[in-house]
Structure formats: C-alpha cells, structure tokens
T-cell receptor, first 111, second 113 residues
C-alpha cells in the first residue's frame, strides 16, 4: 500500500517562530488532507489540498502532487498550535478511498 | 457548518464487556468510516461502509468488531468482547458519494480496564 512519511517527527518552537512540516507519499494521489490533533486527542481538519496552495489565517499548505509531497507552513506560532499534525492520503485500492495517515509531527510551542 | 458527531467522548469499560460507539455522519454523505488510534501511534483505518454493507476492512477489523447503520442517521461500531488492547481513540468519518474529502468526528476515547 501507499507509504506516507512526515518530517520532522518532533519540533519545539518558541512562540512567534515559523515552521514548515513536510509530508512525503510514495504514490500518486488525487487528494491530500492535513489534520491537527489537539492535546485532548481531537482531530481537526486543517486543509483539503489535492494540489496547489491554500491559506487559512496563519496556516498555509502546498501540495506538489507530481513530486509526491506536501508542506504545511505555520507562521507566528502560538501555544495553541501545539499538538500532532498528520497528513493523510487516499489509498488507490478499493472503491471506498480509505485514508492512509502519515507518522505525524509532534509540535510543542513554548512561551 | 455540518459536522460529524460522535458519542460518547470518553467511555470506560471492563475487559470482556461489549461497547457500542456511536456516530452521526453528515446527512447527505454516503461513505462512512471508522479509524482507530492507539495512544502515541498514527491513525489506522478499520472499516468503510457504503450502501448498507462493508466495502473494505483492515486486518484489525476481526470478528469481534461489527458496524451497523441502524437508521437513517446513526452509524455504530460494536466491539463484542473488549480487550485491554482495544483501548484507543476511535474516529468516525464520512464523505460524499463522488467526493474525495473525508470529514472526521472528534473521536471517542475508549479505555478498557
């Protein structure tokens, strides 16, 4: 099946700093989603981004499908950005398009 | 904005007991999913459901698991005889027929003691 790797696995930032999280996938995809898992374990949809660039406030994401990667940018980080960030791509097998999640980047933003 | 809702948010159960996790998908969605996340690990696919039947399941989804859409709005995951290793976050998701974006609920934390 498709492999999804994220880097870095862990990241510690001071409040106000910027960061870039990366998601690499092993096969061509027609869809990619970014999620933030908050400290309570809830999964928050951030972006649905099959290709191109999207922005939502301090967050933006870029997917280059032809090169099989996506980037999530966090600018002016805040302590509420802490948590784990996952990317997920659909499996190309079966009709139900289950998502395969990446390994995650654990972000800690400190004061 | 429509959302997927899951209940309860946290459930504690004794080993060997049956549990039912409940989900209300977005109303016009036709594909439904359950995913599981063991603490500290990544989110894993369990099962997908379409047109009132399972369309795909992972090797995790063995005979102790079952899913059902008992009415027009609910989608449930039943674990017949819980084990300690079933302790995890369980996420429900749904999507439109023909769509590619999946919408996730906030999760149910299951603790088996």
């Amino acid at each position: 099946g498709i492999q999804v790797e994220q880097s870095p696995p862990d990241l510690i930032l001071q409040e106000g700093a910027n960061s870039t999280l990366r998601c690499n996938f092993s096969d061509s995809v027609n869809n990619l989603q970014w999620f933030h898992q908050n400290p309570w374990g809830q999964l928050i949809n951030l972006f649905y981004i099959p290709s191109g660039t999207k922005q939502n406030g301090r967050l933006s994401a870029t997917t280059v499908a032809t090169e099989r990667y996506s980037l999530l940018y966090i600018s002016s980080s805040q302590t509420t950005d802490s948590g784990v960030y996952f990317c997920a791509v659909p499996s190309n097998t079966g009709t139900a398009s289950k998502l395969t999640f990446g390994t995650g980047t654990r972000l800690q933003v400190t004061l | 904005e429509p959302e997927v809702t899951q209940t309860p948010s946290h459930q504690v159960t004794q080993m060997g007991q049956e549990v039912i996790l409940r989900c209300v998908p977005i109303s016009n969605h036709l594909y439904f999913y359950w995913y599981r996340q063991i603490l500290g690990q990544k989110v894993e696919f369990l099962v997908s459901f379409y047109n009132n039947e399972i369309s795909e399941k992972s090797e995790i989804f063995d005979d102790q698991f079952s899913v059902e859409r008992p009415d027009g709005s609910n989608f449930t995951l039943k674990i017949r005889s819980t084990k300690l290793e079933d302790s995890a976050m369980y996420f429900c998701a749904s999507r439109l027929d023909g769509g590619t974006e999946a919408f996730f609920g906030q999760g149910t934390r299951l603790t088996v003691v």
